[in-house]
């Protein structure tokens, strides 16, 4: 069983920072894609950023120079480091991969964390 588990949220002032840490556990051959998204209050989830195995990255617009997505591949963990952060970015953030739980799975198939409440507030 495939396991996406969040950790790092948390109450930060506006300006802050967080890191957001995110472990895939459980029996699979690879991870190839890993990446962040949100879901502000009573809005849709959105993308954030996301990282390839080889560690290309892509990001939202409005995080561009804030956040940096990054992973560990030797530790099945992907990371999201959040600087300057601001009372809109108040949101679930929600783990994704794309996971190849067997060879013949070449193109993988999505798993999502549980997510982890991030709340902007002074």
């Known amino acids: 069983q495939v396991q996406l588990v969040e950790s790092g949220g948390g109450l930060v002032q506006p300006g802050g920072s967080l890191r957001l840490s995110c472990a895939a556990s459980g029996t699979f051959f690879s991870i190839i894609d890993m990446g962040w998204y949100r879901q502000p209050p009573g809005k849709q989830r959105e993308l954030v950023a996301t990282?390839?195995?080889?560690?290309?990255?892509n990001y939202a617009d409005s995080v561009k120079g804030r956040f940096t997505i990054s992973r560990d591949n030797a530790k099945n963990t992907v990371y999201l480091h959040m600087n300057s952060l601001k009372p809109e970015e108040t949101a679930v953030y929600y783990c994704n991969a794309n996971i190849r739980v067997r060879f013949r799975d070449f193109n993988g198939d999505p798993y999502w964390g549980q997510g982890t409440q991030v709340t902007v507030s002074s």
């Open positions: 990282i390839t195995s080889g560690g290309s990255t």
